[in-house]
């Protein structure tokens, strides 16, 4: 079978979901309750945006009140992050303009780099001028036809957030979300050799760790899927499954399924295939049995 006659065969990608910067745990470089969020406007959204302008406004009273430089970073950097949440939203809810969008962005990072400027040393401002960026380069994804695909617009973002998120990493090297932030960042920009070395040094500090490699190995998998690569995502699949179940919130693909159509439509790699579809029997995950009986049949051989 031709390439293209198994990229009809294989499973249509759906959307990635997405969520706010400000979930602990994202589950999409990035990114489900940026989805949500849509339909909640009339509900909370109201308040939401109300309470970012209260912040707004009390950063701005702790910047002219700040009795010394290290307060003052970290009020520049609160309404920075106020800024950029209020933009991030309200264009999501597409309730301002793309200008409009920009001009509360520039703020954003017009202050974030005031508290860089001001307390160069601290974690936390590079942390947070990172988030904003990241989340700028995320949303646009949550626009995108194809957010498998590596844009450089999109990257541009990213590649910034990544750089800060580096920063803060590296003057608190016990953050474990610092590593988990630059890891999201590099997954989305392409970059699945410095994701994977970021995953790694959160899983060195935090458990969850784990859980991000077994999904950014999952995602990389379908990236080059899409993209025809097909040696390249049976390994990432297969990687996928040594550290986990993929999250199907952030990964809403079947590895398992994924890589027993590649091995088996593409490769003819037929044990390989009954390895992955025994390995799901026993992690209890589904096979769809039409494709099974498509590899009894291939295969010449009944399990």
């Not at 959204?45 to 009390?58: N, V």
């Not at 979300?177 to 970059?191: H, M, N, S, T």
Request: charged fraction near 30%; include cysteine; glycine fraction near 4%.
């Amino acid at each position: 079978m031709t390439n293209a006659g198994l990229a009809k065969e294989l499973p249509v990608m759906k959307r990635p979901l997405s969520s706010s910067s400000r979930s602990l745990l994202w589950g999409l470089v990035l990114f489900a309750s940026l989805i949500v969020v849509v339909g909640c406007v009339d509900v909370g959204g109201k308040t939401f945006l109300s309470s970012r302008d209260s912040e707004i406004k009390d950063s701005t009273h702790a910047i002219e009140t700040a009795r010394d430089d290290s307060q003052r970073a970290k009020a520049y950097s609160w309404r920075g992050t106020a800024y950029s949440e209020k933009a991030r939203y309200s264009r999501l809810s597409k309730l301002i303009s793309n200008d409009e969008y920009k001009r509360l962005f520039d703020l954003a990072i017009a202050d974030h780099n005031q508290a860089v400027a001001l307390d160069p040393n601290n974690a936390e401002v590079y942390f947070n001028r990172a988030q904003t960026n990241y989340d700028r380069g995320a949303l646009d994804l949550v626009y995108s036809k194809e957010p498998w695909r590596v844009d450089p617009i999109t990257t541009s973002w990213l590649d910034v957030a990544a750089s800060d998120f580096e920063k803060a990493s590296e003057k608190d090297p016990k953050n474990s979300l610092a590593f988990d932030r630059l890891g999201l960042a590099y997954e989305q920009a392409g970059e699945e050799d410095k994701a994977i070395r970021a995953y790694a040094h959160e899983m060195a500090l935090d458990p969850f760790g784990k859980q991000r490699l077994a999904n950014a190995y999952c995602f990389f998998g379908f990236r080059h899927q899409q993209e025809r690569e097909f040696a390249a995502a049976a390994a990432a699949y297969q990687k996928s499954i040594e550290f986990g179940v993929a999250d199907d919130k952030s990964c809403p693909y079947n590895p398992l399924e994924n890589g027993v159509r590649i091995y088996m439509i593409e490769t003819h790699d037929y044990g390989k295939a009954w390895e992955m579809v025994h390995r799901a029997q026993k992690l209890n995950r589904w096979i769809s049995p039409e494709l099974i009986e498509r590899l009894k049949k291939d295969s010449g051989r009944p399990f």
